[in-house]
């Protein structure tokens, strides 16, 4: 009933492969770019609000200085930071988000601030990189087992690291790149849990 043209459809094939090996190696490094400008998009607004902050505290006597003179030339001393001064460290606004997920978890979770800070980098940047999870899963694995840990506080970890990144990008956190975010977060908590789960 069919016929099958074997050599042409062979040559086809290749060529067919071909092209959805190149598409498919375009569309990874295209998510990763994506991937990492979003990432040192947070970082740059953290760093600038911290950068105001300690500006804004070291010239608070030079503003006062120049009552005065702002008085008089209609100028005024009011600094506008735009609202970035309200941004608190990436890994605070992240534990809030993940304490709602896994409320039970809030007395175990690392007081060091340090140390989460830390986590949560290394976590993006092996989403981000997309080598090999293996080292990390069984680091994880390793330093959590005592946690007692289930599906559902793997899965409040990468919702609430999805969440903050969201929040933090604002209006340049577009559907398509939170649901990149998702999809590497998800891949990585999977392969962290599979690792966490076997048997010693």
């Not at 074997?6 to 295209?30: H, L, P």
């Not at 998009?41 to 505290?57: G, I």
Request: charged fraction near 30%; glycine fraction near 4%; include cysteine.
């Amino acid at each position: 009933f069919f016929s099958f043209p074997f050599a042409a459809s062979s040559s086809q094939y290749s060529v067919t492969m071909g092209a959805d090996s190149s598409r498919s190696s375009d569309e990874a490094r295209y998510k990763r770019e994506l991937l990492k400008l979003s990432w040192r998009l947070v970082l740059t607004v953290q760093e600038q609000a911290a950068a105001k902050t300690t500006d804004k505290s070291s010239h608070s006597g030079d503003v006062q200085k120049d009552d005065d003179k702002s008085a008089h030339s209609g100028r005024s001393t009011d600094i506008n930071f735009q609202g970035t001064l309200s941004v608190r460290p990436f890994h605070e606004d992240f534990e809030e988000q993940f304490f709602k997920y896994c409320p039970d978890l809030k007395t175990q979770f690392p007081s060091n601030y340090a140390m989460v800070s830390k986590m949560i980098a290394r976590f993006i940047g092996t989403a981000i990189d997309a080598k090999d999870h293996s080292k990390m899963a069984k680091t994880f694995a390793k330093g959590h087992r005592k946690y007692k840990l289930n599906r559902s506080h793997f899965e409040g970890f990468a919702s609430a690291l999805v969440d903050t990144l969201q929040d933090r990008l604002g209006k340049f956190g577009t559907i398509e790149l939170i649901k990149i975010w998702r999809e590497v977060t998800l891949g990585l908590i999977n392969r962290l849990e599979k690792e966490y789960n076997k048997k010693v």
